[in-house]
């Protein structure tokens, strides 16, 4: 059978409330977003890797390093929405049949966990995935979105607060989806819980669609606060 092509989209956004200017921020020599492309473009799973934004000023950036820049609207309310506009609106992405988001803040997600979520997509048409959680400080942080998983690891649960008893996981901030699937997403309305967490794959879930989530060891730390810097360095 004909493997599926896959498209990596990084959504950067210049205006965050908690970071301003993330994407430019330095992290020994290279910008996060530098990092978080070339990190990206290491996975051989990745048939193409292209940035999404609304701002001059990361496009100029990103032409530095020669990456591929798609131009999206400024009224993109996630990352998500700014891969569906980029799928909606250039006909040259419509041989890729797997999208996946890449976050733009997780500059050491490692090209395995990349293909394992790309892989998860056999099973279901979203797909994202988790990691051990033992630290009891990011247990109980509500910026820390845990996940709970059947035996199958289809999700069940995305929440903010502590999980229910058993094995607790940590979600990680990549997805994957099947191209059919992301356009429809755009025609799912907001639901409750979605709006209670503010979590968008809770709208997945409330509407009856599954997402696969497999377990990966992963050393990614996100990148929410200026601080966070000094932790990925120390990792480099």
């Known amino acids: 059978m004909k493997r599926e092509k896959v498209l990596g989209i990084i959504p950067a956004?210049?205006?965050?409330?908690?970071?301003?200017?993330?994407?430019?921020?330095?992290?020994?020599?290279?910008?996060?977003?530098?990092?978080?492309?070339?990190?990206?473009?290491r996975c051989p799973h990745l048939d193409k890797v292209v940035i999404a934004t609304d701002d001059l000023r990361?496009?100029?950036?990103?032409?530095?390093?020669?990456?591929e820049v798609v131009m999206t609207s400024n009224?993109?309310?996630?990352?998500?929405?700014?891969c569906?506009?980029?799928?909606?609106?250039?006909?040259?992405?419509?041989?890729?049949?797997?999208?996946?988001n890449l976050q733009g803040d997780e500059p050491l997600l490692e090209p395995v966990v990349i293909e394992q979520v790309i892989h998860a997509l056999d099973e279901?048409?979203?797909?994202?995935?988790?990691?051990?959680l033992t630290c009891e400080n990011r247990l109980r942080d509500?910026?820390?979105?845990?996940?709970?998983?059947?035996?199958?690891q289809k999700a069940l649960l995305f929440s903010r607060a502590l999980s229910?008893?058993?094995?607790?996981?940590?979600?990680?901030?990549?997805?994957?989806?099947?191209?059919?699937?992301?356009?429809?997403?755009?025609?799912?309305?907001?639901?409750?819980?979605?709006?209670?967490?503010d979590l968008e794959q809770l709208k997945v879930l409330e509407h009856g669609f599954s997402i696969k989530v497999p377990t990966v060891e992963s050393l990614s730390i996100?990148?929410?606060?200026p601080e966070d810097i000094r932790e990925v360095e120390k990792h480099l």
């Not at 009224?75 to 700014?82: E, I, K």
């Not at 569906?84 to 996946?100: A, G, K, M």
């Not at 058993?166 to 979605?194: C, N, S, W």
């Not at 996100?222 to 606060?225: E, K």
């Open 58 to 67: 990361i496009e100029a950036h990103a032409k530095t390093f020669n990456a």
């Open 124 to 132: 279901a048409p979203m797909s994202s995935a988790k990691k051990a």
């Open 84 to 100: 569906i506009e980029v799928i909606n609106q250039n006909d040259c992405f419509s041989q890729y049949e797997r999208i996946i």
């Open 13 to 41: 956004r210049y205006g965050s409330t908690r970071f301003p200017g993330k994407p430019l921020a330095q992290i020994k020599g290279r910008s996060l977003l530098q990092r978080v492309y070339e990190n990206a473009r």
């Open 75 to 82: 009224t993109c309310a996630s990352g998500t929405d700014r």
């Open 222 to 225: 996100g990148v929410d606060h």
């Open 142 to 152: 509500p910026s820390v979105v845990k996940c709970v998983c059947d035996l199958n």
């Open 164 to 197: 229910p008893r058993g094995a607790v996981y940590e979600h990680l901030g990549i997805y994957g989806f099947r191209r059919d699937f992301l356009l429809k997403l755009q025609t799912l309305p907001p639901t409750p819980m979605q709006l209670s967490e």
